[in-house]
């Protein structure tokens, strides 16, 4: 193929780091070029296993995956991240925050880290972060793990297509287990107490603990374990990443099935914005979304209405 990003994406799959940052700008950006990457690269997918890191702000999550990046390259396998920016629009403090306590890995050929900001992506990002994965999976990366405050429906859907998902909490946040958003806690694989340091640690292991003790485990179902750590020092880490490798050797019969889920999220997301797409530059004529809005807005129309209106005009 003599498309302009054909030579990107040979160089994505050799795993050029300055191909991976480009290739991920144009993802990022949501242009053509990025949809055509990802057509080209999809079929050398699939290999990469996805750990999805997830929990409150400040819980150590980058510090944790950091550690968890020095454990993994010890068994040789390479390694890459992507820190979902939760906060800041413009990107600052947290991303320069991330590549300072990513520091370890900075001369390390075997680690690829990428910070992505969600300006931008409204509603999309989970598709945007998917797609990096995959980019990160074409590259040969053999694990690849997602950073994202577990904050709202984007996030759980992010964590959602990893093929684990680790919540971290800390110490005195038995009110937290609580406030964490239900969604979050139904989608852990593995708990993480992390700054176990800190006072409470076994109290906050004890509340994830009766909090699951509510929920009934079919037999040789997987029951999350709760484990303690403490990122700074790397103690408990080692164990961390064991759970994982339990959790993968414990799912490898259903990860396909996991897999197909996430594929049939993606195609449904797709295939619905495709279609708002069509209907927004294709269906409706100049400011007419608007004057339904306007109309629905004054009870003149209810929005069932509108769509079957439009759907007919759009099949
Ligand atoms: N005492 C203690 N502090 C920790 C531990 N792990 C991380 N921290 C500190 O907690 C702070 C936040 O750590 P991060 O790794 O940036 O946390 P994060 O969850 O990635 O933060 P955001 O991405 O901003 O949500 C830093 O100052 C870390 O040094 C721990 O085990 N014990
Ligand atoms: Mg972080």
Redesign the pocket.
Known sequence: MSTPTSGLSQRVLDGDPRALARAISLIEDETAAGTELIRQIFPRTGRAYLIGMT?A????????VDRLTTEIRKTSRTVGIVAVD?TSPFSGG?IL??RV?MQAHAGDAGVFIRSMATRGHLGGLARATSEVALVLDAAGKDVVII?T?GVGQDEVDIVRMADVSVV?LVPGAGDEVQALKAGIMEIADIFVV?????EGADRTVASIEANLSLQTFAPGEWRPPTLK????TGRGVPELLEAIERFRAHTTGAQSARRRQRAEYRLRELLARRFIQHVEQRVLGAGELDRILDRIAAKELDPYTAVDEIMKRAI
């Open positions: 929990g702000p400040g819980s150590g999550k980058s510090t944790l939760p947290a925050g991330d306590r950073e405050v971290t992390n700054k176990a340091d800190r750590t403490e990122a700074t």
